[in-house]
């Protein structure tokens, strides 16, 4: 779950800045009052070229990872390896010709 977040914080992080700032300043209702910022930071994840890219291109690695947080509900640490082998296969992805500018943003 961390290799999902450190790579939707890099590409996504105005939108989960926003969304955590929501959720710090309504402790006690949150879920309601951060609920569109939430989706903004959903959309961000689904549409940014590159996290694209990467689901796309490390498709087999998240899978595994994903699984293996399945079947290890009370012991995700047991899935590092699967994070290790994501993180190896997001950093060797071919950004070439990507647009690093989320979809949602451009003009």
Same mark, same amino acid.
């Given at each position: 779950?961390?290799a999902?977040?450190?790579i939707?914080?890099?590409?996504?992080?105005?939108?989960?800045?926003a969304y955590?700032?929501?959720?710090?300043?309504?402790?006690s +209702?949150?879920?309601?009052? #951060?609920?569109?910022?939430k989706? /903004?930071?959903a959309? !961000?994840?689904s549409?940014h070229?590159?996290?694209? +890219?990467?689901?796309?291109? #490390?498709s087999q690695?998240?899978? /595994?990872?994903?699984? !293996?947080?399945?079947?290890n509900?009370d012991t995700?640490?047991?899935?590092?390896?699967h994070?290790?082998?994501?993180?190896?296969?997001?950093?060797t992805v071919d950004l070439?010709?990507v647009?690093?500018n989320?979809?949602h943003?451009?003009?």
């Open positions: 779950m961390q999902a977040m450190d939707s914080a890099k590409y996504c992080q105005k939108e989960l800045e955590g700032s929501c959720v710090a300043s309504n402790p +209702k949150w879920q309601h009052m #951060c609920n569109e910022l989706m /903004k930071v959309k !961000c994840t549409s070229p590159v996290i694209q +890219k990467i689901r796309q291109d #490390c690695e998240f899978v /595994k990872f994903e699984q !293996c947080l399945r079947e509900q995700p640490t047991s899935c590092s390896p994070v290790s082998r994501f993180l190896g296969c997001a950093e070439k010709g647009s690093t989320p979809v943003q451009q003009s």
